[in-house]
């Protein structure tokens, strides 16, 4: 099999790793689902939301694919349409980020600042406060081992946060 981009492989070999889902004339949700068989989901049938509905089309988004229903680890993707800001934040269990497009993506964590380009990992442990700076048209594939919570500590996402772009130099 031959794939025309890196994000494709990816993507798929993701999707293939991932739980079960339902038929396809079921209606149940694919975090609804026990893990007897594979999950398949393409992307035009990922169900996105906004994160800022108040931003409209410039809004990051994020569309579920699975939550274990015992531990709460949540697996989602989140795409960003244009430079956005992520507020400081915590998380009771690790999260992990993989970088799948969109460039640069810029965090800051315990003051130091990381830079993870495409095809990066990056694993913030539980509890430890970050920001991040999302370039436009990223694409990430994020697992969130305390399921889709944040704890924000200034505030949650607003439109101040759209098109913002990290402050001084970009780590290389």
Do not use: C
Not at 24 to 33: K, L, M
Not at 129 to 140: D, I, K
Request: glycine residues 10%; hydrophobic residues 40%.
């Amino acid at each position: 099999m031959t794939f025309r981009s890196t994000t494709a492989a990816v993507l798929l070999s993701t999707f293939a790793l991932a739980p079960a889902a339902p038929a396809a004339d079921q209606t149940a949700s694919p975090i609804a689902v026990a893990d007897s068989a594979p999950l398949l989901i393409n992307p035009g049938e990922l169900k996105w939301e906004k994160t800022i509905p108040a931003a409209g089309d410039k809004s990051p988004e994020y569309a579920i694919l699975h939550v274990n229903p015992e531990t709460h680890l949540t697996i989602l993707m989140f795409r960003t349409p244009v430079p956005v800001h992520i507020k400081p934040h915590t998380h009771g269990l690790a999260e992990t980020h993989v970088v799948l497009s969109g460039g640069m993506h810029v965090f800051v964590a315990n003051g130091i600042r990381y830079g993870i380009e495409n095809g990066g990992y990056l694993r913030m442990p539980g509890g430890v406060v970050h920001e991040a700076w999302l370039p436009a048209g990223s694409l990430t594939l994020n697992i969130e081992e305390s399921g889709w919570e944040v704890n924000w500590l200034n505030g949650g996402p607003s439109e101040e946060d759209i098109g913002q772009t990290p402050p001084g130099r970009v780590p290389q």
